[in-house]
């Protein structure tokens, strides 16, 4: 893993937990007011904030100039976030960037950029319709934007351009330690079902020259895969098979990989996608299941619970603990082996295969 993407991952730990020690009780108060602080990150990189004090340290009065924005609400925000060591002050009153918010400036193109734009735009206005979505039974995104997700970035192009822009950057900090988890040497071939912008993929046939893939997922995402394949010189190892996985999934490939993608989906629609995987392997093809994998103790895999609320609100899906995951794959005639877990937390290897 590289140094930058250790940082990402421990901004994303200080982000949502704060710079106190993990022996610090939880308060009650700060969780409920750490939505201003989401927030006013949001703000503060959506404003141009961050980017401008990429080239150095600045007064509020400088960034109130350079953004455009009000000066007295600037210097709550900036005050507010440097006292969560998402910026620093100095004795002068200026403001710079810090480990937490370095990853935000545009050139960077993290994937924490991306979900702070993806968080402020899309899901924090869903989580708002929590409630009503306990009453109606339709998940938050579409109370909060008229669409479920899926349908909402169809005719939205800037925000399917912020969703798969998120998401393959989340893939690409997470995919060397994926491919790394699993030994493909005895395969020949593999299919990535609702494969995106060609993320994984890319990364298993680079790590393996003798593999040739397939990749799985909505008509749409063409053109994006093959600019990725191209850029990746894998133009002639990977194809692309348009269509929805809902309905078909190419047969006979040695290994499937299905990557955060069951979590999107409810215990109604996950029976029909492994049913189609399943339908397609052979008996001796393997299935790669990427997934956190949930664990119902009380106090652990805490920011795989809150991503947990997340899929609820968002497309009404759900994580799962190994049983969950075991009882699904049964349904599908499929057969959890075993799990390896990976250097990220939300990543593990769910491996599995026909039951015989």
């Known amino acids: 893993m590289s140094k930058f993407s250790k940082r990402i991952k421990q901004s994303w730990k200080c982000l949502l937990h704060g710079p106190a020690p993990a022996s610090a009780p939880v308060d009650l108060f700060t969780i409920l007011n750490m939505a201003w602080a ?21 007064s509020v009065a400088e960034l109130a100039r350079l953004t455009g924005a009000g000066e007295a609400h600037l210097q709550q925000i900036m005050r507010a976030l440097a006292s969560w060591e998402v910026f620093a002050r100095d004795e002068s009153g200026r403001y710079r960037l810090t480990p937490l918010s370095e990853p935000l400036v545009t050139e960077r193109s993290s994937w924490l950029r991306y979900y702070v734009l993806i968080w402020g735009e899309q899901y924090y206005p869903a989580a708002g319709q929590m409630l009503e979505m306990m009453r109606s039974g339709r998940t938050g995104y579409e109370l909060a934007h008229g669409e479920p997700a899926w349908k909402h970035t169809k005719i939205a192009p800037e925000t399917l351009k912020l969703f798969v822009d998120f998401m393959s950057s989340v893939t690409d900090t997470q995919c060397e330690a994926v491919a790394g988890a699993f030994d493909f040497t005895p ?10 912008r ?20 909505l008509p749409y995402m063409e053109g994006p895969v ?66 956190g994998v949930l664990d119902d103790s009380n106090g ?4 795989l619970k809150l991503q947990d609320l997340e899929r609820m609100f968002l497309t009404g899906g759900k994580g799962r603990t190994r049983g969950e995951f075991e009882s699904l794959l049964r349904g ?10 990976t250097t990220s937390p939300d990543s593990c290897l769910l491996i599995a295969r026909k039951r015989r």
Not at 274 to 286: F, H, K, P, R, Y
Request: hydrophobic share 45%; aromatic share 6%.
């Open 38 to 58: 989401g927030q006013a990150v949001f703000v503060a990189t959506k404003f141009g904030i961050v980017d401008h004090l990429a080239s150095g340290p600045k």
């Open 300 to 303: 652990a895999d805490r920011v």
């Open 187 to 196: 395969y020949r071939s593999v299919v990535d079902v609702g494969g995106g």
């Open 226 to 291: 093959g600019e990725r394949l191209s850029r990746s010189n894998l133009s002639d190892r990977c194809t692309f098979a348009g269509g929805s996985f809902l309905e078909s999934v190419p047969a006979g490939a040695d290994v499937y990989m299905i990557k955060h993608v069951l979590h999107d989906w409810s215990d109604t629609e996950v029976p029909k996608i492994l049913g189609n995987i399943s339908a397609a392997m052979t008996d001796e093809s393997v299935l790669i299941i990427v997934e």
């Open 332 to 341: 599908a005639g499929l057969q959890l082996q075993e799990i390896r877990r």
């Open 198 to 217: 060609a993320s994984l993929i890319s990364a298993v046939l680079l790590a393996n020259p003798h593999l040739r893939g397939t990749i799985v997922d």
